[in-house]
């Protein structure tokens, strides 16, 4: 009790809450929690070809098949901030997922994403390597998903929509 005492005493003194000492450490594991949950995700996704790669490609498939789309992953780099065609399509594509109930996350870090999905970033047969700006996880009704990352990152984007954060943000990091 009187540990209790000194600490409300000690941030009344400096002026903080007792959620604004503990808020920052909950939420940056929290995010850590998410980061990973994402990854194992989209590599779970990919071994069971539940994955589309690509803005277009992403685009055909949401037009064709809205409701085996799970979760809509567009990322970005701060080189890609002043690309307005790419900005155009996410506005596009994040107006698409909000009006048919698909989670949507914006994330930095293409290269960690190429880096945890494989992909040659420069191919040495001269081939352009995939559009990463876009990533869609299906779940489709025959044979669906089986990744218990999947309800982590669900969980995440509803909490997100409850704080009226529509479009969540996760920065990806390279390891």
């Given at each position: 009790?009187i540990?209790?005492?000194?600490l409300?005493d000690?941030?009344?003194d400096?002026?903080m809450?007792?959620?604004?000492?503990?808020a920052?450490?909950?939420?940056?594991?929290?995010?850590?929690?998410?980061?990973?949950a994402?990854e194992?995700?989209?590599?779970?996704a990919?071994?069971q070809n539940c994955?589309?790669?690509?803005?277009?490609?992403s685009a055909?498939l949401?037009?064709?098949?809205?409701?085996?789309?799970v979760l809509?992953v567009?990322?970005?780099?701060?080189?890609d901030?002043d690309?307005i065609a790419?900005q155009i399509?996410?506005?596009l594509?994040q107006a698409?997922?909000c009006d048919?109930d698909?989670n949507?996350?914006?994330v930095?870090?293409?290269?960690?994403?190429?880096h945890v999905l494989e992909?040659?970033?420069e191919?040495?047969?001269?081939?352009?390597?995939r559009?990463?700006?876009?990533i869609l996880v299906t779940?489709?009704?025959?044979?669906?998903?089986q990744?218990p990352?999947?309800?982590?990152?669900?969980?995440f984007?509803?909490e997100?929509?409850?704080?009226?954060q529509?479009?969540p943000y996760?920065?990806?990091?390279?390891?």
């Open positions: 009790m540990f209790t005492l000194d409300v000690y941030l009344s400096v002026n809450t007792l959620e604004e000492v503990i920052p450490n909950c939420s940056e594991k929290r995010m850590e929690t998410v980061r990973a994402l194992k995700l989209l590599v779970a990919q071994r994955l589309t790669v690509g803005v277009y490609e055909k949401m037009n064709v098949d809205p409701d085996s789309v809509c567009l990322a970005t780099d701060e080189e901030e690309d790419l399509h996410f506005t594509l698409f997922c048919n698909i949507i996350m914006r930095s870090g293409v290269r960690r994403l190429a992909e040659d970033t191919d040495s047969n001269g081939n352009e390597p559009d990463l700006h876009c779940n489709p009704p025959v044979q669906p998903l990744c990352a999947l309800q982590d990152v669900s969980s984007c509803d997100s929509r409850c704080r009226n529509w479009v996760v920065a990806l990091q390279d390891r």
